[in-house]
């Protein structure tokens, strides 16, 4: 079996299509570079914006004609399914579609000879990591959903509501192979880090506290994207552990507007000068090191 995978998104998404990879290799299937050359196509998609649907739903109907002309199946994976299931159907009737939370049943999916729905179940289990396969960078993803209920945002559609987070023990295990193997930059990834461990009595610190005593070697950590309230909460430790020379000097806190007002309409739960706040305190902890 030769599969293709296409990812678009954010480093989540990339992460979850390794984890594909990674499943499919143990189940024997041979990835590909080409279209041309694949019996199963993936297309692992992303619905953050209004354009990158649009995007995606375009993507989607040059792969159903060359699905027509080269005789692939198709698997639409990631975000949008959720979303928009009933329009990725119009455009692909055979197409199998893939919930994010059931990343970890694509063998299924790929090896069956029938059309496949996982969609808006929520159900899924976060239990494998994707193998390092080489390069610098292993992209290791911590944690799905978040604790925001957001005006604008519809990944609760696209992921569900409440926190997954993966168990220490394996993401430890994990990053500690690919650093034995060669890895230098780990990316811990998610839809908000910060959100790690919520569900399972656990912190993002606590996270890095054990990846730093238990992972040795010449390799750096990069924290994925954190909202900014859960990240004020434990920012006075995160600080303490990024002096660390392993861990990298910087922090992605996204910006959703400077008017408190715009702030409270989208339900946002920090003002502007709460922001303001844990820009400069990140500022004073990292000195003339820091990147945000």
């Known amino acids: 079996m030769k599969v293709y995978i296409e990812t678009y998104g954010c480093w989540l998404n990339k992460g979850e299509s390794q984890v594909m990879a990674s499943l499919l290799e143990k189940r024997g299937a041979r990835l590909v570079e080409s279209i041309d050359e694949a019996d199963v196509v993936i297309v692992n998609t992303c619905a953050v914006r209004g354009d990158t649907e649009t995007k995606m739903l375009r993507r989607i109907r040059e792969l159903e004609d060359y699905r ?18 009933k329009t990725i159907l119009e ?13 970890e049943k694509i063998g299924d999916v790929v090896f069956s000879d029938k059309q496949v729905f996982f969609v808006r179940q929520y159900r899924g289990s976060r239990t494998i990591l994707p193998r390092y396969s080489g390069g610098p960078t292993y992209v290791v ?46 990316y811990l990834t998610g839809q908000d880090v910060a959100a790690y461990g919520v569900d399972i009595g656990l912190s993002l610190v606590d996270l890095v506290e054990a990846i730093l005593e238990s992972v040795e070697g010449e390799y750096w950590i990069r924290l994925g994207m954190m909202e900014p309230l ?50 400069g305190k990140i500022r004073k902890g990292l000195g003339r090191w820091h990147s945000l």
Request: glycine share 8%.
């Open 68 to 85: 027509r002309k080269l005789g692939f199946r198709l698997v639409v994976a990631g975000c949008l399914v959720n979303i928009r299931p």
């Open 91 to 103: 455009i692909s009737p055979e197409a199998s579609l893939v919930e994010p939370d059931a990343v």
């Open 141 to 186: 993803p911590i944690q799905t959903g978040c604790l925001g209920n957001c005006a604008f945002c519809v990944e609760w559609v696209g992921r569900g509501r409440g926190v997954k987070s993966y168990s220490p023990r394996l993401i430890v295990d994990a990053v500690l192979d690919a650093v034995r193997r060669g890895a230098k930059e780990v």
């Open 230 to 279: 859960l990240t004020f909460k434990q920012i006075d430790r995160l600080l303490v552990l990024v002096r660390d020379e392993r861990m990298y000097k910087y922090f992605h806190i996204p910006v959703q507007s400077g008017d408190d007002r715009v702030l409270r309409l989208m339900n946002r739960k920090y003002t502007v000068q709460q922001y303001k706040d844990l820009v």
